[in-house]
């Protein structure tokens, strides 16, 4: 069964904590990405990866860090330092560009993770 | 400027109606789009891609007008299982951007 896992489904952490978020998938993607989606609001970027060992900051990366060692894998922390991080996080994942059948594979999203800072 | 921007809705919309929604892009080089659905509380699922050509999947028309720089999705014989939010996107430079969302309502 092919599709991208993220886990834990709901978390919950008390100031000053680090939490780090999990995101696999088995779908042989080159490229992943994380999301924040706040309510009402649209997906902002925080960091993305088109290939092991190598991620790039999105749009909102201040507070946030990942890290890209497996294909599969591309977990993701939330510091201390993110002030305001109550948010619904999505992971995604996609074909690197230029490999796909168009310009770049669709974009799949996993089922998120609802972070609540306590 | 935003890189896409769509109307937020909500719609609200009889079953049976044939309803559309537009998005704007900024950035003539874009390279692919696509429609999303979001339920409440749920991921982005993938509605459809949008083809220069325009396509067609049962109730739904995905059209691409790159001169105006606008993606348009037309659902056609509404049911109350459309309701939800549908989000624009596409692919430029190594990178997804996301509309905010256009919120519709059917109605019974």
């Known amino acids: 069964d092919g599709g991208i896992t993220q886990s834990p489904k709901y978390l919950f952490r008390k100031e000053g904590q680090n939490v780090t978020l999990s995101c696999e998938q088995n779908l042989n993607h080159d490229a992943m990405y994380w999301y924040r989606q706040d309510p009402g609001q649209g997906l902002r970027l925080i960091y993305y990866s088109q290939i092991v060992n190598d991620f790039q900051k999105g749009d909102i990366a201040e507070g946030y860090s990942v890290s890209r060692e497996k294909k599969e894998s591309f977990p993701l922390t939330v510091t201390s330092a993110q002030k305001n991080p109550t948010a619904f996080y999505l992971c995604a994942s996609s074909t690197r560009p230029g490999t796909g059948t168009h310009f770049t594979d669709t974009q799949y999203f996993g089922p998120g993770t609802r972070l609540t800072v306590l | ?108």
Do not use: H
């Open chain 2, 1 to 108: 400027r935003k890189e896409v921007e769509q109307d937020p809705g909500p719609f609200n919309v009889p079953e049976g109606a044939t309803v559309a929604f537009n998005c704007t892009y900024s950035n003539s080089a874009s390279q692919s789009f696509f429609w999303y659905r979001q339920d409440c509380r749920k991921e982005p699922k993938l509605l459809m891609s949008v083809y220069s050509s325009g396509n067609e999947d049962g109730r739904f028309t995905a059209q691409l007008n790159r001169a105006s720089q606008y993606i348009s999705l037309l659902i056609r014989d509404s049911k109350l299982s459309d309701s939800a939010t549908y989000l624009c996107a596409l692919y430029n430079f190594n990178k997804f951007y996301f509309g905010s969302g256009t919120k519709l309502n059917v109605k019974p």
